[in-house]
């Protein structure tokens, strides 16, 4: 029930298309959803995140849809950049719990094409 | 205004020798995470800290791992009698409080066991 589940692996995109990373969870007690950046040999660097009182959360070319009844989530990058060719990482964490520990899906590598 | 610091960055241990790995949170930051990212996964968390206490660490194995939180200096991971399967990043994230979700993450260190 603590797992969250992440797709695809990896994904491949042409320079300026969407690239579209989808996460899904168990636990009805996650109310806060971050994506991470990492770059090879960097720490995670949060992205964008989104709390489940609101559906899409927009930041300039990232952009988080939530489904709080499918209880599924999923990053958005518009006009892709070479730049953007990292691993992706979706999380999830219980606001109201003891701790804010947060449970990662297991990443999806982006490269994108020139 | 440093972000999380973690050191030393690469970390080369025998199988059996004791491994400790530093982190400085930001500054103002009193809650301290550990999460570990085995090759080819996504970040596991560890141990979740506050000064001096330790708050959730129901993700730190039993035995041979330990952290702490000092009053003052660094937050230590400490591993103790390692084996292969310790070969691994180490991260450390920090945040403002519990309620602030944001968490920070340091650069990581990269456990290497001969």
């Known amino acids: 029930q603590q797992q969250v589940k992440q797709s695809p692996q990896s994904l491949i995109v042409q320079k300026g298309g969407i690239s579209i990373i989808n996460c899904a969870y168990e636990?009805?007690?996650?109310?806060?959803f971050p994506w991470y950046q990492q770059f090879p040999g960097k720490g995670p660097a949060l992205l964008i995140a989104?709390?489940?009182?609101?559906s899409e959360k927009k930041e300039g070319r990232f952009t988080i849809s939530f489904n709080k009844s499918a209880k599924q989530f999923s990053l958005h990058i518009m006009d892709s950049q070479p730049g953007d060719s990292a691993t992706y990482f979706c999380a999830a964490s219980n606001y109201g719990g003891a701790t804010n520990k947060l449970i990662f899906g297991t990443g999806t590598l982006l490269a994108v094409q020139p | 205004n440093a972000g999380v610091m973690q050191n030393p960055r690469h970390l080369v241990r025998r199988r059996g020798q004791e491994a400790r790995l530093r982190c400085s949170p930001m500054?103002?930051?009193?809650?301290v995470y550990w999460y570990r990212q085995l090759p080819e996964e996504g970040l596991k968390f560890m141990v979740y800290l506050q000064k001096e206490n330790i708050i959730d660490e129901s993700g730190m194995p039993k035995e041979r791992f330990s952290a702490e939180f000092p009053k003052e200096g660094p937050s230590i991971l400490r591993i103790q009698q390692v084996v292969r399967g310790d070969s691994a990043a180490y991260f450390c994230?920090?945040?403002?409080?519990?309620?602030?979700?944001?968490?920070?993450f340091g650069p990581g260190t990269r456990l290497t066991v001969l």
């Open positions: 500054k103002g930051h009193s809650h």
């Open positions: 994230a920090s945040s403002l409080d519990r309620v602030a979700n944001e968490q920070f």
């Open positions: 989104i709390r489940p009182d609101v």
């Open positions: 636990n009805t007690a996650f109310d806060y």
